[in-house]
């Protein structure tokens, strides 16, 4: 699944190393590596993506081995190991969703936006998937956009509409 | 009215800032517990309160705390469990979404009980708002001299981070919440050493859940022993459920334990019924997790005698014709829904959410969701249906945590009560795919017995 060779070589900020600093603050001395989890989020917040060269800057950051970011980054499934769309819509999937429409809703995203689960718009603007029960069971059917996991509720084919076409004109 | 221990006071505008759940009597049970108890005597109205833990396995909490090693010279932790993700169960992400002091008081009253320094509240990935509402609820909290170095002056000091996950079910098992803490996957690890011995960092560790946390806060300010008046038996106090699935009335509910489940169901002042005007089919009455139950064995227990919502009653009947208290997932199926759809769809979640580690549970999941797949999709045979059985039985029991049993008890509670409706699916292969099983007799009233019940050799 990562594709080293398509990767370009990235820059992390000195707003985002400070970032970085204030959370490692937050572990014990030589527990640092404890930050992983929230740096990764922050990356991903940055660059739209977790790519190869931006796990080894982490790694390089927290002074462990690569690969102790890769099979973190891998194992969670907030972390996009692929480019995907600036707006994933993550639809929730899980059986109580599902008891009141959450599979019409993605019908209905799929052939509004044209594109299959994972796959991303010709414009680069969307991309969606079906995500596992994401703890709002009862405002369902839900759906979530990153990187600020803006969450939306009771969702209808009609309000599904206007998001999408909210997000396209922003 | 039940008593609202928890969300007294959840409809008063602001009561999302320090100033305002002041007002109502936040953080009384910080200055109560630092100035005048001792931790231990904390511990002990814990104890007293029999309070247990909400996030599922409903072990008692002060005893779990009491568990706690206390070697000289090595840092305690306290770590609470957020990562709510257990399907239908939404309560804490409602409790941190609208009272967030909640959580942080009874954190600050937890962490001095347990002689902790140090805290985290592991909440998960996907609750990016919620972690934005702790931090600032942390921060107006410090600035008000609750967290930091020497608390109201009592020499005792606190820090509280909030760590997000990374979107994963498993990192609610208290181990692999501490691995993921660490900055690892989240892989259960083998117990014992138990986290009180040797959690996170190797160090003496209490994991609770999010509402476990903030129910310690009415225990200090009314004592142990109000709070086990509230409920009913060894199920004391309140306890949040999330209700989802058919309902009139969807949401999160503070009920005192021992409610009837018919009135919580049922009443105008709970979940009003099951919408569009439908009948009950069926529950899973704790999440996800626990099995299903037929509607008539929601209701009442084999013998006729009335169910009532507290850790007791869900079980009676053991696993032949009752369920368990779980998380207070309550999910509601009314009459058109396909009981093999949704248990193939648990399963799927399971599947995914397995971490690997364990051989039984990452391929026996895998081979229960293909099979309910098949059936679900009108290429089933009748010995797959017993083949589910023979699966879930060889998961059950045999993981390091308890992901597999929880796999694997859905599928094996659907089979037992619904095992018509999946033998429906494989002589009505084509029916099934445009058309549901219905509600059968699956609301069938249970009438009183008065002689005594057989007991099967189950």
Redesign the interface.
């Known amino acids: 699944m990562l594709k080293v060779e398509e990767q370009q070589p990235v820059e992390f900020s000195s707003t985002l190393i400070e970032k970085f600093d204030e959370i490692v603050k ?1 572990y ?1 001395a030589g ?1 640092q ?6 740096l ?2 922050l990356v991903q917040a940055e660059f739209g993506w977790t790519s190869v060269a931006a796990m080894d800057k982490v790694a390089e950051y ?1 002074n ?1 081995e690569p690969i ?1 970011v890769y ?2 980054a891998s ?5 996009f190991l692929q480019p995907k769309g600036k707006y994933v819509l993550e639809v929730c ?4 969703c ?3 429409g959450a599979e019409k809703i993605m019908d209905h995203i799929e052939s509004k936006l044209g594109v299959k689960e994972g796959e991303v718009t010709a414009d680069g603007l969307f991309s969606w998937r079906g ?10 059917p839900v759906l ?1 956009i ?6 939306y509720e009771n969702l209808t084919e009609q309000s599904v509409d206007t998001l999408i076409d909210n997000l396209r004109n922003k | 009215m039940g008593r609202k221990l928890l969300l007294e006071h959840i409809n008063v505008p602001g009561i999302n800032t320090l100033e305002v759940y002041r007002q109502k009597g936040g953080y009384r049970a910080v200055e109560k517990a630092l100035k005048t108890l001792t931790p231990d005597e904390v511990v002990e109205e814990v104890k007293k309160s029999g309070l247990r833990g909400r996030g599922g396995a409903g072990f008692p909490t002060g005893m779990k705390w009491s568990f706690l090693a206390k070697p000289e010279g090595v840092a305690r932790y306290l770590v609470c469990n957020a990562d709510e993700s257990e399907p239908g169960t939404f309560k804490d992400r409602y409790l941190m979404t609208y009272i967030p002091h909640a959580l942080i008081e009874g954190m600050i009253v937890s962490s001095f009980a347990l002689g902790a320094n140090t805290s985290y509240i592991y909440v998960r990935g996907e609750m990016m708002p919620q972690i934005r509402i702790l931090e600032k609820a942390i921060a107006e909290a410090k600035a008000a001299g609750f967290l930091g170095k020497n608390i109201l002056g009592t020499g005792y000091d606190l820090e509280l981070y909030v760590q997000p996950g990374g979107g994963a079910y498993i990192c609610g098992e208290e181990t692999a919440l501490l691995e993921s803490l660490e900055g690892k996957r989240g892989n259960p690890r083998i117990k014992p050493p138990f986290p009180a011995i040797a959690g996170l960092y190797g160090c003496p560790t209490v994991v609770n859940n999010v509402e476990s946390i903030a129910a310690v806060v009415p225990i200090i300010n009314d004592g142990g022993d109000e709070y086990a008046k509230v409920g009913i038996g060894r199920s004391t106090g309140t306890k949040l459920i999330s209700a989802s699935g058919n309902l009139v009335k969807p949401g999160v509910y503070e009920i005192e334990l021992g409610l009837p489940v018919e009135e919580f169901i049922y009443s105008d002042e709970y979940c009003g019924g099951i919408a569009n005007g439908k009948r009950l089919k069926a529950t899973v009455a704790g999440g996800s997790s626990v099995p299903i139950l037929p509607a008539n064995l929601t209701l009442k227990y084999a013998n006729g005698e009335p169910r009532l919502m507290s850790y007791e009653s869900l079980s009676e009947g053991g696993f032949a014709t009752g369920t368990m208290m779980g998380s207070g997932g309550f999910i509601a199926f009314d009459e058109d829904q396909c009981i093999v759809r949704n248990t193939w769809n648990f399963a799927r979640f399971y599947h995914h959410e397995s971490c690997g580690q364990c051989s039984p549970c990452r391929e026996g999941t895998g081979w229960l969701e293909k099979v309910l797949h098949r059936l679900e999709y009108g290429h089933g045979k009748m010995s797959d249906i017993d083949l589910l059985v023979d699966v879930s039985k060889k998961i059950e029991g045999n993981t390091i945590c308890p992901l597999g049993d929880a796999a694997a008890w859905p599928v094996a509670s659907a089979i037992r009560h619904f095992r018509d409706e999946f033998e429906w699916h494989v002589k009505e292969p084509v029916k099934s795919l445009s058309s549901n099983y219905g509600l059968a007799n699956y609301a069938v009233p249970i009438e009183r017995k008065v002689e005594e019940v057989k007991q099967d050799n189950l």
Not at chain 1, 33 to 38: M, T
Not at chain 1, 75 to 79: A, E, R
Not at chain 1, 131 to 140: D, I, K, P
Not at chain 1, 146 to 151: A, K, V
């Open positions: 937050r014990p527990k590596k404890s930050a992983l989890l929230p990764l989020h927290l462990i102790e099979e973190v194992f969670y499934s907030m972390y999937r899980t059986g109580p599902c008891l009141v995500v596992e029960c994401l703890a709002a069971c009862g405002f369902a979530q990153g990187p600020e996991y803006t969450f």
